[in-house]
């Protein structure tokens, strides 16, 4: 599957700077976990590597650069000025590795401008010499330009261009503008004919694109240059004495923060909250900006030099994700088509197949993308929707896609009449308006929208359809650990159960009566749902296995997940690893637990897998002295997944599909291709391929095992 060249794995500096321990440390002892800031900048560093590993294709690495600089502009926005925000309201908790706000910003600047000096260094000297030279992509700079070509922009910026700019001058009689976040602008420096110096700032348009392709075809330059050599013709009758690009970063608003900076927020009244603490958190500048411009933008949005960042090259690297999209198929990883699960595939005498009746005869797992979100999900959705019998369904929305077709699906149930109840949750990271957009249209068709519970996320992935038969009502079920979105299904690894089974249906019913009702105190037999018994569930797992082990020698956890930070399930896995018990996390960002400490953690062994999908699937294996209890889910071990969160865990009872699960774990966990390994000092390896057939990474395994077995 795939037609990456051959090369060396990536060593990537470490960001994580763990303190020294000496002898046995309490659990409790502060040493014993990573900073989680630091540890997310050792995931991030690992993004990088994908762009710089040659055996990825020359536009998947741009494509990688381009995530990279996204997540640092999220990561500095939300967590950076999450700690600012602590700092400025003189928080004295610490974190659980032991450090003040202060100290990890101290800490955090200084590797987060090394990361950025290697994404500039990673375009400029690595990419745009490859693109060149190997793609037909040229990315130019406009003094190298000719005579002619200059010319043609001249034209293109006057009728293109200039009509959409607006100057704004910063004078006693025009303060300073507000700028938006993550913006690109230019600082023009400006002199009257009498002799006064002037300012004003421009903001670059980069709603189509950020590059401008010349005529001869495959050669591009930024829009910015473009404009900062003829902007004279904004300010006529006045001299350009300089123009120089700039960007800054704001702090998240408070309100949609709660994704991924609750934690850093909860230590902070409410009266604190409300006031702008440091509103931006980082100015990217030009390096041959002069030092007065430098200090005007300092003073005007009040940073100091340690939020600056000189940029020796081009400033906002996300514009790389367009030069990903561009016609290249032979620098991308090779198509990959989701197959259709072979349960769910008609017969060669039948135009469909009926997906009550199979899955009544038996739970079936899907693993996207490798199998069909659209073959399953969706249809199992769209199913209910058009089937006569089916009396009720419900769901939860998370985060799903701009043109949803479940959602469509669900508005047409409603308006035949069935019994349609929707839990829409409105503070999903950068989808609060498109989820209520969607709630609206639903509850305009008929269906029972709630938004949520107070206090709490609501982030599991489950489905309900009641369906009369036969023998009376029966509840068809699916729980996920992604969401019900037909556009990420493509690209993140997730896992769903169909199930019809009885006590699951039950518990699946009980949990929408506590979403949509009043219901605290309800039970659940298997459903392990969050915040209610999943930390004490995830617990008492680990704890049987530690028993287990001490009577039989048998204790045995897998877990993979996409990050790992709560201080009482590491403190429990320690213990669980004193005893003796092997324990193998899959990880994909952050990580709290130091793996490989002796008389602590020595049996844990935390590897991090990155490729082209997003490892976003969480699964939980503990081996019970031979009778494994296997989990699919929503929830992570983080905090607030545990805490904060509606999260729904299921026990995957089927034989083969708990088998197909331990497979992928164990696949996961073996891999010499993608996966990194963490090391006690916090250093992240690339493991290198012992053998030709090791050179084949974990997500191509996947690929060819659905196509060989299912194609």
């Known amino acids: 599957m795939s037609n990456t060249p051959p090369g060396e794995p990536v060593s990537i500096p470490r960001a994580t700077e763990p303190l020294p321990i000496e002898g046995r440390p309490r659990l409790d002892d502060p040493r014993l976990f990573f900073n989680r800031e630091l540890s997310w900048l050792d995931f991030n560093w690992r993004v990088l590597a994908q762009a710089l590993d040659t055996r990825n294709p020359l536009l998947e690495r741009a494509f990688f650069l381009g995530i990279t600089a996204s997540n640092l502009d999220e990561f500095v926005r939300k967590r950076v000025g999450g700690l600012k925000r602590q700092a400025a309201a003189h928080v004295t908790q610490l974190s659980p590795d032991g450090r003040s706000p202060e100290e990890q910003l101290r800490l955090l600047r200084a590797k987060i401008k090394l990361l950025h000096e290697r994404m500039t260094e990673t375009w400029e000297r690595v990419l745009k010499p490859l693109l060149r030279s190997d793609a037909g992509i040229s990315i130019e700079d406009y003094p190298a330009l000719n005579v002619e070509e200059h010319r043609w922009l001249r034209s293109y910026f006057m009728s293109q261009i200039f009509p959409i700019l607006t100057p704004l001058a910063v004078d006693p009689g025009h303060p300073f503008p507000f700028i938006s976040n993550q913006s690109l602008s230019l ?157 769910f595939e008609p017969a060669a005498d039948a135009t469909d197949v009926d997906i009550f009746a199979v899955i009544r005869q038996k739970d079936v797992l899907v693993h996207h993308p490798y199998e069909s979100f659209v073959s399953s999900v969706q249809r199992f959705v769209e199913a209910a929707a058009d089937d006569p019998k089916v009396l009720a369904i419900k769901q939860t929305l998370y985060r799903t896609s701009s043109e949803s077709p479940i959602v469509r699906a669900l508005m047409r149930a409603a308006d035949r009449g069935k019994q349609v109840a929707v839990l829409v949750e409105v503070k999903a990271r950068f989808d609060e308006q498109s989820n209520m957009e969607w709630g609206q249209q639903l509850e305009t068709a008929g269906v029972h929208v709630t938004y949520g519970l107070v206090g709490l996320k609501t982030h599991c992935k489950t489905t309900a359809v009641v369906r009369e038969e036969a023998d009376g009502l029966r509840v068809y079920c699916h729980v996920g650990t992604g969401n019900y979105n037909t556009t990420t299904a493509k690209s993140y690894t997730d896992f769903g159960l169909f199930t019809c089974d009885e006590v699951v249906g039950l518990d699946v019913t009980n949990l929408f009566h506590y979403l949509t009702g009043y219901a605290p105190r ?147 966990i073996s891999d010499r291709r993608q996966a990194w390994e963490l090391r006690a000092d916090g250093r992240y390896v690339q493991r290198r391929p012992l053998s030709e057939a090791d050179a084949v990474g974990f997500q191509d395994r996947m690929m060819n095992r659905y196509a060989v077995h299912f194609g």
């Open 187 to 343: 600082a023009v420096e400006l002199r009257h004919p009498r002799g006064t110096e002037h300012f004003a700032r421009i903001k670059v348009p980069t709603g189509r694109g950020r590059w401008i392709e010349l005529p001869s075809g495959g050669r591009f330059v930024p829009v910015e240059q473009v404009i900062a050599h003829n902007v004279g013709e904004l300010f006529r009758g006045m001299d350009i004495v300089s123009v120089h690009p700039f960007r800054i970063t704001r702090n998240a608003d408070v309100g949609r923060d709660e994704e991924e900076a609750d934690d850093l927020l909860s230590m902070i009244s409410e009266e604190l909250r409300e006031r702008r603490f440091a509103a931006v958190v980082r100015l990217e500048v030009d390096k041959d900006a002069p030092e007065r411009v430098r200090k005007l933008l300092q003073r005007e949005l009040e940073l100091d030099g340690t939020d600056v960042y000189e940029v020796d090259g081009l400033l906002d690297l996300t514009a790389c994700h367009e030069i990903a999209r561009m016609d290249r198929p032979q620098h991308r990883f090779s198509a990959w088509e989701p197959v259709v699960p072979p349960v």
């Open 522 to 668: 309800q039970q659940y037999n298997e459903l392990i749902v969050a915040p209610r018994d999943m930390r004490s569930a995830f617990l008492a797992n680990i704890r049987r296995e530690v028993e287990h082990h001490q009577r039989f020698g048998t204790g045995r956890i897998m877990a993979k997940m996409n990050a790992l930070d709560d201080p009482t399930i590491i403190r429990e896995l320690y213990r669980a690893s004193g005893e003796g018990v092997k324990i193998d996390l899959v990880v994909r960002g952050h990580c709290r637990l130091r793996p490989g400490l002796r008389g602590v953690s020595e049996n844990i062994r935390v590897v991090s897998i990155l490729g082209r999908f997003l490892e976003h699937s969480r699964v939980y294996y503990f081996h019970n002295h031979g009778n494994p209890d296997v989990l699919i889910g929503s929830a992570d071990w983080q905090r607030r997944n545990l805490d904060d969160r509606v999260e729904a865990v299921v026990p995957v009872k089927d034989e083969d599909a708990r088998a197909d699960l331990v497979a992928v774990l164990e696949e996961a």
